[in-house]
């Protein structure tokens, strides 16, 4: 079996480096080892386990234009063989891993800016630019994508509209649904599908969106339209104690349906509160935090934070002033290092994104807590959250379950984590809650999406993977499918 | 296990294995863009092997040599975890475990004998210059490898320099290893050997002052030789030839003259000299006193500028990942549309030069040196000089 094996997996990568190329097809097995880790907890917990059962790809490739993945694809359809599209590889499901072998696609060497254009402000990009020197090349120029995520340094504009991503900045510029005008795609069969250059159209639906979001399920992102704008003449920000969550949340809702547009508005929970107080403000309190922050120009940035200012003294808060929401502005991304970060700990956690109508969402935040809080007590389980995407029709909660004394058998761990995530998602949903992973769904949350959107949808989602990708090459096992 | 429990790297790993935060800025992996080229790779790779749960393979050794320890990652890191710092004692492991990849064994093989990565003895003998070993001098004039077997016009234009400060300077016969590059390597041992025989012979000498133009050499005898234990150097005045000559501008003991009308200048920072040392003002001072204008700084400049690729000998232990972050740094400067390039390192200006040339472009790479040189004033210094 094993001779055979190699020899298989000696024809496939041979034919690979006929497309690609001997430099970009690479077998080492370090790199294998690295790529097979991402953000997810599963991953880093089996990584230092023991990762010799987990499946892994034969080669990965990094394609340098489009002409090599029309070939390839035609390659890997007639073949059959799993093609798992990877950004900066840095989500939390588990979504850019084989799972299922194949090939990785790393698109990281497809990484030019195409064109800038000053007058309808957009930029072409091909989709492995890292965002961090997108944003770069577009600063220096007076322009911003306003798309700041977290992994704002590490991931890719393919891997952001592969998982329709969010940003900090999202309540004012949207998700990556919304920042992207035109796509350019691969399809399992090797064509290409080019949407319209234009992304409000009466031409039929807009067929681009099939790709947002769709974690290479259908296809490689090859081309991306983003929209950008002029560097904010103005930020201002406000930041308040407010007495509980319910009163934050009711001021949330005020402020997006007065017709104000914060770009920035984060309403911690009582537990995320005295972290930040005892560690920003240096002073104890009870209550929940809110920061709202405004960008723009001056006139309308000043007009907003006043009004902004006056809905939110309606509620008994206390100011808090902006001094430090500008050194949490400045510093946005320090809590994604270790020490800070939960990466370097071997504590099981897991975020839980999720979004609902304001009418739901409190009732969501509740079900959730109480289920991590009294389920699993025996455990220790912790729960923390924040609310930091904002609409006029509702808002997401971005809750953390965390469990720092993780069962030493393996099967009861894995167990364990199953088990809370069931429990917690369950509960959302029950409660109006739609799970809203914007790092992917991945392997990690593939089994709640039947779920959420019930057997008879969910079949289209099928029919429409089995008209696009009748072999089941691409990305096979993500997004439930 | 590697590395024993509360030792610095055990936290290094433990820190860096899982964070992804710093790999946009590693010059390796943005010429590789393999995440076995990275702080994170590296530190994952490395912690399944100390936690007994993989063995050393030619693989993994081959990418604990193919990072140029410029200390970009460390540099950005909020809190600095200094994933060099773990390289390095890495690489001292595979050392004393023989697990080095050949053409490590061979350079360094090469430093010990030789004095130089080059494996060959002699110095350019196209070369006059001034040397000695028996002489006492005011001022030594240390060169440094690369420039000796490579760059002699970096020598040829810092002779005319010194020259015209009219200093007493000699250079030793045969230069020999500062012992940086066998450190890197992961040869302490050997590095302070070398560095020891290096210091007796400059004692010789008797300096008062000690001028480089070779950052490896200045960070050597600066701070790594106190950090060995070696301090015959101790009593010395060590510059880097930049902070030498703009301490002498400043001093009012060298005038420049000046050209407004020169092409767009760039400056890459040397890693051992901008990092390293914190040497980031005097370079800029003298382009902008010969040019009148400071140079177009690229993109990622002073603490955040990239490695050219020469570090760490990677253009002799991987010379086609040294030229590609070459490459790198060369498509940075024609960004700013740079015509030259001026460094203040024999090293950066070779594999700089050797990345334009295989880009086909036109930017020229010059040394700080070359640049100084031409704009050396000879009716006010000599009038200054003669006081």
């Known amino acids: 079996m094993q001779k055979i094996g190699e020899k298989y997996k000696e024809s496939v990568v041979n034919e690979l480096k006929k497309i690609f190329g001997e430099e970009d097809v690479v077998t080492d097995q370090s790199e294998i080892d690295c790529q097979k880790v991402d953000v997810w907890w599963f991953t880093r917990y089996r990584m230092f386990q023991s990762c010799k059962d987990l499946p892994q790809p034969l080669a990965i490739v990094f394609p340098r234009n489009k002409g090599q993945l029309v070939s390839f694809m035609k390659y890997c359809n007639t073949n059959k063989i799993p093609v798992v599209p990877r950004g900066g590889g840095a989500g939390d499901c588990g979504g850019s891993l084989a799972f299922e072998g194949g090939i990785v696609v790393d698109t990281k060497k497809m990484d030019k800016i195409l064109k800038i254009n000053e007058k309808s402000l957009t930029v072409r990009v091909q989709p492995g630019v890292l965002q961090k020197h997108l944003e770069e090349y577009l600063n220096r120029r007076g322009y911003t994508m306003n798309h700041f995520p977290a992994s704002f340094y590490t991931s890719t504009i393919g891997g952001f509209v592969s998982t329709n991503g969010t940003g900090i900045l999202s309540s004012k510029y949207g998700k990556l649904i919304d920042m992207v005008h035109q796509l350019e795609v691969v399809l399992p069969d090797g064509k290409i599908f080019k949407s319209l250059p234009v992304s409000r159209h009466s031409t039929g639906p ?19 339209l983003c929209k950008i704008y002029y560097l904010p003449e103005k930020r201002t920000f406000l930041s308040f104690l407010l007495p509980n969550l319910k009163d934050g949340i009711e001021v949330g809702r005020k402020i997006m349906m007065s017709g104000l547009l914060p770009c920035i508005m984060r309403f911690y929970d009582e537990q995320d509160t005295s972290h930040i107080l005892k560690n920003q ?13 405004f960008d723009g120009l001056k006139e309308v940035v000043d007009i907003q934070t006043e009004l902004a200012y006056k809905i939110i003294s309606e509620t008994k808060g206390k100011e808090l002033g902006d001094k430090q929401a500008w050194v949490w502005w400045n510093n946005r991304l320090k809590s994604y290092y270790p020490p800070l970060d939960y990466v370097c700990e071997p504590w099981m956690t897991a975020v839980m994104d999720t979004i609902a109508p304001y009418e739901d969402i409190e009732n969501v935040y509740w079900a959730m807590k109480s289920t991590v809080e009294n389920k699993f007590k025996e455990y220790g389980a912790l729960f923390h959250a924040h609310f930091s995407h904002w609409y006029d029709w509702g808002t997401s909660i971005y809750p953390t379950f965390l469990i720092k004394n993780v069962p030493k058998d393996y099967s009861k761990a894995i167990k364990l984590y199953e088990n809370i995530l069931d429990a917690c998602i369950n509960a959302a949903v029950k409660n109006g809650g739609v799970v809203n992973e914007h790092h992917a769904i991945g392997l990690r949350l593939g089994r709640f999406m039947e779920e959420c959107y019930g057997k008879e949808s969910f079949e289209l989602i099928k029919k429409i993977k089995r008209a696009l990708d009748p072999n089941n090459i691409m990305n096979p096992g993500k997004l439930g499918l | 296990m590697i590395f024993d429990q509360n030792t610095k790297e055990k936290e290094i790993l433990k820190m860096c294995r899982c964070c992804f935060m710093c790999r946009h800025a590693c010059p390796v992996f943005l010429a590789t863009k393999m995440d076995a080229d990275t702080p994170r790779g590296h530190a994952l790779l490395i912690s399944r092997i100390d936690e007994g749960l993989s063995k050393w393979t030619a693989d993994v050794v081959d990418k604990i040599y193919r990072c140029s320890q410029c200390g970009l990652c460390r540099e950005l890191c909020e809190f600095h975890w200094e994933e060099d710092t773990l390289i390095q004692s890495v690489r001292e492991i595979l050392v004393k475990l023989s697990l080095q990849p050949y053409k490590v064994k061979d350079i360094a093989y090469s430093l010990i004998e030789h004095g130089t990565v080059y494996n060959e003895s002699k110095t350019n003998p196209g070369l006059k210059r001034k040397t000695t070993d028996q002489i006492s001098s005011d001022v030594l004039y240390f060169a440094d ?57 400059i004692k010789k000498i008797g300096p008062k002052v000690i001028i480089t133009g070779s950052p490896h050499a200045y960070k050597a005898f600066k701070k790594l030789y106190p950090q ?20 002498k501008i400043k001093d009012g003991e060298l005038k420049l003259t000046q050209n407004s009308n020169h092409s767009m200048i760039s400056y890459h920072d040397p890693c051992h000299l901008g990092r390293g040392m914190g040497v980031y003002d005097a370079p800029r001072n003298l382009i902008k006193t010969v040019t009148g204008e400071p140079p177009v700084e690229l993109i990622h400049n002073k603490n955040e500028a990239e490695c050219c690729g020469a570090g760490s000998v990677m253009y002799l232990t991987n010379p086609d990942i040294s030229n590609k972050v070459a490459q790198n740094r060369v498509a940075s400067a024609l960004q700013e549309k740079a015509e030259i390039v001026v460094t203040a390192c024999p090293n950066c200006k070779m594999v700089l030069m050797n990345a334009a040339t295989k880009m086909g472009c036109n930017l020229r790479i010059i040394d700080i040196v070359e640049l100084i040189s031409s704009h050396l004033d000879d009716n006010i210094n000599l009038k200054f000089n003669k006081k």
């Open chain 1, 281 to 293: 403000y240096k002073m104890k309190g009870k209550g929940c935090f809110l920061m709202v922050g």
């Open chain 1, 206 to 224: 807009d067929f681009s969106k099939l790709f947002i979001g769709a974690e290479g399920i259908f296809g490689i992102i090859t081309e991306v």
């Open chain 2, 145 to 201: 490898d690369v420039a000796l077997c490579k760059q002699p016009e970096i020598i040829e234009n810092t002779k005319k320099i010194l020259n015209f400060l009219m200093l007493n300077w000699v250079m030793l016969e045969k230069e020999g290893s500062t012992g940086i590059e066998l450190f890197e390597l992961g040869y302490p041992d050997e590095a302070k050997i070398a560095a020891g025989n290096l210091v007796e012979r």
């Open chain 2, 228 to 247: 060995w234990g070696i301090d015959g150097l101790s009593n010395i005045e060590i510059y880097h030839i930049v902070e030498y000559l703009d301490k």
